[in-house]
């Protein structure tokens, strides 16, 4: 079974400048979660979507980050513009409908903001 | 969400069992506890779950304290691929969030 797929792995950008992520969660799962992974935390859940509606966007940074799961299967998260402190790995989960079933992570993008 | 404390780091000699500890002294009589673990440069994986009774399975077990407030992970035989860092994460049953805290880096010594 093919895991979570983000891309890009790493990406280097300037202040005021946007980036997008993309990720392709597990065939058939309907939850897609976007985390941000500060260097020396855990990982925070951004915003959460079943199917293409969003359940959890409370520590979404509205006022420059968004996010998107059309057709309720691939998603893209965009910062626009960046700051030095979005500088984090952003983690794509996945996981099915059933309840207690794990959340399966894809290997992360890496943004550093100079 | 319920608050968890675990060690900043612990240390292990390969092929020895190694305990880890996990305080979630206010979680609700409906909340699973579920471990995970991130090794280095990748996302985390889920390692085990569990409500009351000690749990197995093929990569850990799962010992849960009597009154729920503690709980100890055990892995059975370290390797050194098992150096990551392990989150103790109390889960609502209706829910699917997950709450990160900062977990315990476990280092493996050959």
């Known amino acids: 079974e093919a895991g979570v797929a983000q891309s890009p792995r790493y990406k280097i950008i300037e202040k005021r400048q946007s980036v997008a992520f993309w990720c392709n969660p597990i065939s058939g799962h309907a939850t897609l979660y976007w985390y941000q992974q500060i260097l020396g935390q855990g990982p925070k859940l951004l915003i959460q979507f079943q199917n293409n509606g969003v359940v959890d966007d409370s520590q979404l940074p509205k006022d420059r980050f968004s996010a998107e799961r059309l057709k309720g299967v691939d998603s893209t998260l965009k910062i626009q513009p960046a700051k030095l402190e979005d500088s984090a790995v952003y983690l794509c989960a996945s996981s099915s409908v059933d309840r207690g079933k794990s959340q399966y992570f894809g290997p992360g993008t890496r943004l550093l903001v100079l | 969400d319920a608050k968890t404390t675990q060690p900043n780091s612990m240390e292990s000699n390969e092929e020895e069992p190694v305990h880890l500890p996990c305080n979630h002294s206010?979680?609700?009589?409906?909340?699973?506890i579920h471990w995970y673990r991130q090794l280095p440069s990748q996302g985390p994986e889920y390692v085990i779950h569990?409500?009351?009774s000690n749990v197995n399975n093929r990569m850990a077990s799962l010992a849960i304290a009597e009154d729920r407030k503690s709980s100890t992970l055990i892995l059975h035989r370290a390797t050194l691929r098992d150096a990551a860092v392990y989150y103790c994460?109390?889960?609502?049953?209706?829910?699917?969030?997950?709450?990160f805290g900062t977990g315990t880096r476990l280092a493996v010594r050959p």
């Open positions: 206010t979680i609700s009589g409906t909340d699973y």
């Open positions: 569990g409500l009351t």
């Open positions: 994460i109390p889960k609502k049953s209706s829910g699917d969030k997950l709450t």
